[in-house]
């Protein structure tokens, strides 16, 4: 029972250089997000999807994309990595429920990055 | 947008009972309210959801008034191990949709 799966857990990056983090999830949700976590901060949405085959930003955009690649797997990249870009990364994924409401996210164990 | 207020921290004792109350006033018809846990260097995870009046489960009681414009969670007994970030999430799909976006949390510190 894996639920949201990311890659990798750790990474360190020089500026300027770029890279994609993985997420999956075997639940079969329809929504999946992307959030940082600076340390000592709540979490701060950057992109989401709500279905497969749409994208959305979210409150901090900038310096991302994402691809949702499939119903399982959304990515999100960094095209030029900034030393602002350290922070913790969090993939989750849910469903909305029938009518109302949301049923609850599931989170992976987040991918440590850090821009030097 | 409906926005979540929360204390930032609170400081309690083992085997108190904690209480956190989020306050949402402009809370939407069809929105639930659900709280969830965070340990360090952990992603969130889920506690407890409710719509109104009492939910309860065997980690928390979730307390929503009948105006639904904030609710209680309450931790029972607390150990040293519920040391942890709390959020409370209030989804306000009127005007978000599927943008599911989180406040600051409380930072529940559990001393022995």
């Known amino acids: 029972n894996a639920g949201v799966t990311q890659t990798p857990k750790f990474q360190v990056l020089k500026t300027g250089q770029s890279m994609t983090l993985q997420c999956a999830q075997d639940?079969?949700?329809?929504?999946m997000y992307w959030y940082r976590q600076d340390p000592g901060m709540g979490l701060r949405l950057i992109y989401y999807?709500?279905?497969?085959?749409?994208?959305d930003k979210g409150e901090v955009p900038n310096g991302y994309n994402v691809s949702r690649l499939n119903k399982r797997e959304f990515s999100l990249r960094l095209e030029s990595a900034a030393p602002s870009q350290t922070s913790v990364y969090f993939c989750?994924?849910?469903?909305?429920?029938?009518?109302?409401?949301?049923?609850?996210?599931?989170f992976g164990a987040g991918t440590r990055l850090s821009v030097l | 947008l409906a926005k979540t207020t929360q204390p930032i921290s609170m400081d309690s004792y083992e085997g108190q009972e904690v209480n956190i109350t989020c306050s949402h006033n402009?809370?939407?018809?069809?929105?639930?309210i659900t709280w969830y846990q965070q340990f360090p260097s952990q992603g969130p995870r889920f506690i407890i959801q409710?719509?109104?009046t009492k939910v309860t489960n065997e980690v928390a009681s979730l307390f929503i008034p009948a105006d639904r414009k904030s609710s209680t969670l309450s931790l029972p007994r607390v150990s040293l191990s519920d040391t942890a970030v709390y959020y409370c999430?209030?989804?306000?799909?009127?005007?978000?949709?599927?943008?599911?976006?989180f406040g600051g949390g409380t930072r529940v510190l559990v001393k022995p």
């Open positions: 999430l209030v989804p306000n799909l009127k005007a978000a949709g599927n943008k599911l976006t």
């Open positions: 409710g719509y109104k």
């Open positions: 402009n809370i939407a018809t069809n929105d639930y």
């Open positions: 989750a994924s849910t469903e909305r429920l029938a009518g109302d409401g949301f049923n609850i996210q599931y």
């Open positions: 999807s709500a279905s497969e085959g749409t994208t």
């Open positions: 639940m079969n949700h329809n929504s």
